[in-house]
């Protein structure tokens, strides 16, 4: 039979277990209720270098504009055609029922300008990410859906500035690491954040878990983690 001392262990167990999952759970609601994360990083309102100067809003996906919707959809496309090839009208379809989620969370890039369009639109929109809180794991991480930028603003090193806040809003909101997906065939991307970002191939992803299985899958999960417990478990 089991003593009294080892049953009085396995309830304070359990009662740690569910204390650290309601820690988290709240950990990851308070992040979600923010109106703006970019409030927190004043200096990251704005975008000035390589002949750009660009400004930086916060949005969420169910309080998008019938305008803004179609700014996304049309940057995705431009984007993202190429890579999926024949597999991108299911994954247009996928990705706007994402867009448009209660969870979404956005950061777009804008020209900066005082005025705005004729028909009271806003400016064009040149860039955005994507982004939710959310467990990996049981792991609180910052989940970055979508970079995404104007092939007139590439290579100027915003994707790099923009990597940077994503960082900190995850730092500053502590979750345990910022973990995105790759397409396999876009180089690019893989180079960018493997190499200059030293994000590395979780161990969540395809190619990790079963390797013989993965090589049949068209991306990879990529992460940086910030603390000892999801480094020992995204790495």
């Not at 359990?14 to 308070?30: N, T, Y």
């Not at 994402?98 to 969870?103: I, K």
Request: charged share 30%; net charge positive; hydrophobic share 40%.
């Amino acid at each position: 039979m089991e003593s009294s001392r080892e049953s009085e262990k396995r309830k304070l167990k359990r009662r740690e277990i569910l204390e650290k999952k309601k820690a988290i759970d709240q950990l990851i609601k308070a992040a979600s209720a923010q109106i703006g994360h970019l409030a927190s990083f004043p200096s990251f309102r704005y975008f000035n270098g390589n002949g750009l100067c660009l400004r930086l809003e916060s949005g969420r996906g169910d309080k998008l504009s019938h305008c803004m919707k179609q700014y996304v959809q049309n940057l995705l496309k431009a984007n993202m055609e190429g890579p999926y090839g024949s597999e991108w009208a299911a994954e247009e379809k996928v990705k706007r029922r994402e867009m448009v989620a209660p969870e979404a969370r956005y950061i777009f890039v804008h020209w900066n300008v005082n005025e705005i369009m004729e028909d009271n639109a806003p400016t064009p929109l040149l860039g955005f990410l994507h982004y939710r809180f959310t467990l990996e794991e049981e792991i609180p991480v910052l989940y970055l859906y979508e970079l995404q930028l104007d092939s007139s603003v590439q290579g100027k090193g915003l994707g790099k500035f923009l990597m940077q806040l994503i960082e900190l809003i995850a730092r500053e909101n502590r979750m345990g690491a910022v973990v995105l997906t790759v397409h396999k065939s876009n180089s690019l991307a893989m180079k960018f954040y493997i190499s200059k970002l030293r994000y590395v191939i979780s161990s969540i992803s395809p190619s990790r878990v079963d390797p013989l299985a993965g090589v049949e899958k068209n991306y990879e999960i990529l992460c940086k983690t910030f603390d000892h417990e999801a480094k020992a478990i995204l790495e």
